[in-house]
């Protein structure tokens, strides 16, 4: 029985397996399960079942994000399907794992969702940092197209697929989707007025669906072993496994791939082996810079989407930060800020005015010269910036560390002010 | 070359791109849908060839792929890893995002400075190493990390630095 469907065949020491081992271990299967006559509306059905959620940081359910493409006659004939590997968001590092360790898992998922949409052209959009990732795919792709996974009517089936490599330039917002479409289309990375949503208009104006990678390698599991065993994984209310990631002053950081609803104190203390040797753990991020910071007290609850959501946080990209006793929480906040401001598009005004100011004013606390003043127009950014207020979730996300620091570090503020200087540098 | 990126005068004219890189861009262009899409690889595969993208060589590839210069210029000035500076032989991309905040990449940042002589947005005298801040890198559970060219070093310390820089040079 498959427990780890998403990194069973991982071994980072050994490299990815190549097709003919890949195949071996149940690789491409569920083409198989296709060419055997599963129609696209089957494999949308299959996935809705499953109960898959988005694994890139909103957690939407990825058969219905599917089933929003219009099909039949009078839809457009061309629609696509693309893989956002453009992972950029602090402290995540889980996709780049699954595409350096495991890339035919990828592109076998980028079969099944490619057809279950029927869609004849996929675009791996990946960041251009991820060179490792790059050379394995390029290869993958490559192995996978001289076995007749892909091209042209694949294993007999009629469906035609072709897989284009895109490797970006830099950017956090080409995370973003439409951003991310925009710079498939050769534009700046601007996000884009939705609705109309990719699914009906996107890439070239035409049905697209965006999908992470993690997503994606969650899917030929389903197929291949099916429903039944994809609700036999989970430990909570949603299904499947995930990858948790740790990273911070604990003694050993890294990503595991482990059931949804494991607690969060068993990622913390068994698998990162708890905080090193003199320091306490004083909050973390439960799932990447745009979350929420969660307390010591929160170890208890499970990697849970709606656990996490009830207290405050998200489960997001499911990649924890850890703040230790001795890392200044208005510094890490300031960091995250420094990044959130860089990397705004500048399209909309509060995100390219507003994030720059609270930038600004962390570097005044920085430097001993915050005050309360500056502490005032801070907790007001976190509405000004909040969702709603913004043209897309960038601003918004940059708000979760920042309205969650402020309440729960407020004396290290305060402290900030009174010493006119950062109390955690000696 | 201004620092600002813009294109400093109207009497500089496009470059006659090599046809290594016409191949390469043709090559794109059979992969969307929408030949202006290619913009960014073309801009890539001028850098790959050039190390960087002048004036000379963005006015050609607006030339070749019919887009206007500003359209062009905004993508290329838009993305943080298309250079309209010329770059040392060697770009140190250091993550400078949260994970590697916390564990100290202030001070391999320091370290560089002093070592290099140059801040980010540098250029050593003697050529060989560009300095810049990369965001997040997805190595957080092996920070502070950094790239040099297409090369990942993770777990930096500033021994490791050292080896590092001194590996490069001897390239």
Redesign the interface.
């Known amino acids: 029985m498959i427990t780890k469907p998403l990194t069973k065949n991982i071994d980072m020491a050994r490299g990815p397996l190549n097709i003919s081992d890949y195949q071996a271990v149940d690789g491409y299967q569920s083409v198989q399960v296709i060419a055997k006559g599963l129609s696209p509306q089957d494999t949308l059905e299959l996935v809705k079942a499953s109960g898959l959620k988005g694994r890139g940081g909103a957690g939407f359910p990825t058969g219905l994000k599917w089933s929003f493409v219009p099909q039949g006659d009078n839809s457009p004939k ?1 629609k696509y399907f693309v893989v956002n590997a453009d ?7 889980k ?2 794992l699954l595409m350096e360790g495991d890339p035919h898992l990828l592109i076998e998922g980028v079969i099944i969702g490619s057809y279950a949409i029927q869609a004849s052209k996929a675009y791996i959009f990946l ?6 990732s790059e050379r394995a795919l390029e290869k993958a792709i490559d192995e996978a197209y001289e076995k007749g996974y892909l091209g042209s009517n694949i294993l007999g089936t009629g469906f035609n697929l072709d897989v ?1 490599l ?7 917002i080409c995370g973003e989707e439409t951003a991310l479409l925009n ?7 601007i996000p884009r007025a939705k609705p109309p949503f990719p699914q009906v208009s996107g ?2 104006g035409k049905p697209t669906i965006v999908n992470n990678v993690e997503t994606i390698c969650n899917l030929p599991g389903i197929l291949t072993y099916g429903v039944d065993w994809y609700h036999g994984l989970t430990k909570g209310k949603d299904h499947g496994t995930k990858l948790f ?5 604990v003694n050993t ?3 595991w791939e482990l059931p949804l609803g494991t607690p969060i104190r068993e990622l913390f203390e068994n698998h990162a082996g708890g905080m090193r040797d003199g320091l306490e753990l004083k909050g973390f ?1 439960p799932g990447g ?1 745009s979350t929420d910071f969660m307390l010591p007290e929160h170890l208890d609850l499970n990697l849970d989407y709606d656990e996490i959501t009830k207290a405050g946080s998200r489960l997001a990209t499911g ?1 924890m ?4 006793s001795g ?1 200044c929480p208005v ?2 906040v300031g ?2 800020m420094k ?1 959130f401001s ?2 705004s ?1 500048g399209f909309c005004t509060p995100c390219r005015d507003g994030l720059p100011w609270v930038d600004e004013i962390f570097n005044e606390f920085e430097n001993g010269c915050g005050s309360e003043k500056d502490l005032e127009i801070l907790h007001e950014h976190v509405d000004y910036l909040g969702p709603g207020r913004t043209f897309c979730a960038l601003a918004p996300g940059a708000t979760a560390p920042l309205g969650s620091g402020l309440k729960y570090f407020a004396e290290d503020f305060h402290r900030h002010i009174k010493d006119k200087r950062c109390p955690y540098k000696h | 070359m201004t620092s600002s990126g813009l294109i400093a005068s109207s009497v500089t004219r496009a470059r006659k791109l090599s046809a290594e890189e016409i191949n390469e861009i043709e090559h794109e262009i059979t ?4 030949k ?6 073309a ?2 595969i001028v850098q790959k060839h050039q190390g960087w993208v002048s004036d000379e060589s963005l006015l050609a590839i607006s030339q070749y792929l019919d ?1 206007p210069g500003s ?1 062009l210029e ?2 290329a000035t ?5 250079f309209r500076r010329p770059v040392g032989k060697n770009v140190i ?1 250091l993550c ?4 590697c ?3 100290g990449c202030d001070e391999i940042k320091d370290y560089i400075k002093e070592k290099l002589g140059i801040d980010f947005g540098e250029t050593s005298d003697d050529g060989e190493f560009t300095f810049l801040p ?10 502070p990390s950094m ?1 040099v060219g ?3 070093h993770r777990n930096l310390t500033l021994d490791k630095i050292d080896e590092i820089i001194q590996q490069y040079r001897n390239q």
């Not at chain 2, 202006?36 to 690889?41: C, D, F, I, S, T």
């Open positions: 061309q992972e950029m968001e602090p402290g995540t590092f996709d780049r960041r251009g940092e991820y060179t490792v284009i895109h490797t970006s330039a830099g950017r956090y710079a498939l289309e050769g534009k700046r990375a890439l070239w990631g740790v990273s911070g002053k950081p890294g990503c991020l810079g990649t930060i850890i703040l230790d890392t510094g890490m960091n995250l990044f860089q990397e598009c | 992969l969307y849908a929408d202006k899409a290619v913009g960014l690889e801009l890539k887009i359209d905004g993508v838009f993305f943080n890893l298309i991309l400078n995002s949260v994970s905040w916390i564990m990369v965001p997040c890198l997805g190595d957080c559970d092996r920070a790239m297409d090369n990942l």
